[in-house]
Every structure is written in C-alpha cells, then in structure tokens.
C-alpha cells in the first residue's frame, strides 16, 4: 500500500466519516440550530416518531454519507472546506446504542478534488476491524477528467493508505460508488466508468454527464487486505451516466442496483448479482417502466435485503409525472412483484434511501414544500409492503440540489437519518432518528 500524502482540494467543501469502534466516546455538545424535527407529541398514534439526532460536523458540511458497521455502530462522513482551495474528508463513529461521538478523525485533505452534491464519498467498515473511505479526484484536463481514490485504515482511521488504482488513471470519469464487505477483510465496489466514452475522444463534450453516442458502463471490484486489486469485472456495457448506484448483501449473494441505459434513451433501474460461483448474472430490470429520458436524471436507485428477500426503490417520470416506487423480490433479486408508488407528484424530487430492519422496510425521499423549501418524509412498510405509514421527519430550507441526498440506516431498533440543509447560506448537516 502507498502512504497518503495531505492534498488541499477545491471548492471549500468539507468531508467528515464516523470514527472507530476502538476510540474513545466523544461527549457531543449541543448545537443551536431551529427545530427543523417536528415535536414527538404531534404525532398521532401508531405513526413513526421523529426525534432530533446532533451530529458532529461543522457548520459548511455537507456530501453526508451513513453506514452501520459489523459491530452495530453508525459511521458517518461529510465533506467541509479546509482553506481557500481545498477539502476535508472526515470520520466520526458512535458506540453502538450510543448518540454520542467519538473524536471525528481526518481521511484526508488536499486539492484538486471533484465535489459534487449527488456523486459524494463513501465509508465502510469491515469485521476484521478495518475502515474504508473513497473520494473523487482530477486526473486530467477536462472539468469531467477525475476518478476514484480509494483509501483503507487498519487502526482505526488514525492513518489512512492508498490502495492500488481502482480504475486506469486517465481521461474521462469514474465515480458514483457503493461499497459492500466482500468477506471480514475485503471491500467490494462497484462504480460508473467512462473509459468506452474515452475511447471514444467524448471526454471534452460530457458537459454535465448528459449526452454522446458511447454509453458509460457499470464495473465492479473486490480490494484486499493489502490494499491491491483481487478482481474486477465489468458488469453493464450501457448505463446512465450520473445516477447513483446502491448494493445489498443477499443469501445468495450481494446485488448492485443503479438506472440502465436502454435502446431508445429508456432509463429504468436494472440489477445485477454476485453470484456463490464468482461469476455476475446478467443484467435485468427491476420493472419495465418504459422511461424514455434522453439524458441523466442524476436520482438512482436504492436497495435494502434480507435473507433472500430484496426491497428495491426508484425514481421515474415514464407517466409523465414524478413518481417514486418500491418493489419486492423474494428471490434475491430474479424477479420482481409489480411495484408499489411510495409518492407520486410534482412535488416528488427523489433522491430516495432506503433500510429494513425492526420487521419492516424504510424509506427516506425528498419533496418540494409549498413555501420554497422542502421536506423529508420517511415510510415504513410491511416486508410485503402492505400498511404503510408515513412521517414527515423534517423541513428543509434547502431548495433544488443543495439537498443533497438523504441518508438513511436502520440500528438499535430505530431508524437513523442524515441530510444537508442550508443555513445563512451555507450548507450544514442535520440528523433525525424515527422510532
């Protein structure tokens, strides 16, 4: 593995990631801020209960990313500026039952970074004690030349090493990463690639990730212990080209969902399976919504599973409206009962996330508000996804993308959220917990 050097990054953004199991607890003081988590006592019986959830990052955080570790503990990360030109990759862990932190622990500085409010960094962390953390950087000329660097820590996200280069460094862009554990001490990912629009001199012309004949891919990778590549693959020849990507740890294997790019410009969510035999099954769709979209949506899918079932949710217009749905397979992701409509309207943004635990399936979506600004609501489903009920867990003063996306993981019999706000202009991040 390569020692990481500080770099300063551009834009004044700032990244934070939850700390180690292994540290100490940090006392969280209070921050003031409005009271964004309606009251507990207004909501009526038998609805989710939203609460206030501090966390640690400072005010001008934002790219928030939440994950739940082997030992049950709830990792974040955010990006913050760190001087005129540069970024801040962050870590900060809670004690598993916990809402306090332990001290947020830096992954790493520098510039020349690629920030961006939908294509963010994320954090994982493995049985065998280690962390994980990637962020984007530039690796050429064009605003559109930058890929994935991918760091690994083995105590505790004290020091942070280089791990052998995901992708070929050059032209083009590689990002819109999820991480899985791929065994105790193996981290797997699966990511956008543009190396086919690279080889077809499209790099220049990619001007907000829409448009031009080659097609992104969706390739896959499985990382060591010592940091070095064990295996890749490509896994979809044709994808769109800015939506994030999701994944989830099945009985027979973990599945990876994103938005495909299909004959005619139709942009519906496919996925994918690792399957016992090392090999991947061939892509399909979750549902033919028949979405024609000349262009990228930047709204991809989430996944949640258990056991051998799989809960999978989306964004589509393919009526002509704004819609978001929820599906069910309950053979690790072969097919797919017909999809439930979680929201349906103008109002709808997206940007969904999605959780199961506690006996049902959660799930977490953005909406404009009627005053400007926006809400986040949660559902929670049966895992037949009967009976549902719904809360709104906050109002945003964010408008358009300064939202960013939602977080969202189920721990401690409760379901825990993050997303960026605005305040005085300027990005922060807050937090929920929905019992």
Known sequence: MFPIHPVRIAHGVWIAVLASVMLPVLSLAGCSREAAVPAAETAPPGVPVATDWPLPAPAGAAQPDLVRAPDGRLLLSWVEPAGERGHRLQLAATLAGETGWAPTLAVAEGEGWFVNWADTPRVQALADGSLWAH????????????????????????????????????????????????????????????????????????????????????????????????????????????????????????????????????????????????????????????????????????????????????????????????????????????????ARGPQVLGRVALAQGGGHVHAAWLEEAGEGGQVLRLARYAPDLASPAVVQVATLHARGRASGLPRLQWADGAAWLAWTDVEAGAPVLRGAVVR
């Open 135 to 342: 962020w984007l950087e530039r690796t050429g000329p064009s605003r559109m030349d930058y890929g994935i660097a991918l760091v690994r820590s083995d105590d505790g996200g004290r020091h942070w090493q280089r791990s052998a280069p995901v992708h070929p460094r050059g032209r083009g862009d590689h990002g819109f990463t999820t991480f899985w554990r791929a065994g105790d001490d193996r981290l797997g990912l699966a990511w956008l690639d543009s190396r086919q629009k690279a080889a077809a001199g499209e790099t220049e012309g990619h001007d907000g990730h829409h448009g031009g004949a080659a097609a992104m891919m969706l390739r896959a990778a499985v990382h060591g212990p010592d940091g070095g590549q064990q295996a890749e693959w490509p896994l979809d020849a044709s994808t769109c080209d800015c939506c994030t990507t999701a994944s989830a740890q099945t009985a027979r294997g973990v599945v990876v969902v994103y938005r495909g790019r299909g004959a005619g410009e139709i942009r519906d969510t496919r996925i994918v399976r690792l399957q016992p035999d090392g090999t991947w099954t061939a892509p399909r769709d979750v549902h033919r919504d028949g979405w024609h979209f000349p262009g990228c949506p930047v709204n991809g899918p989430a996944v949640a599973a258990e056991d051998q079932d799989v809960w999978v949710a989306w964004y589509t217009e393919a009526e002509a409206v704004p819609e978001l749905r929820l599906a069910h397979s309950r053979d690790a992701g072969g097919r797919f009962d017909p999809p439930v409509v979680l």
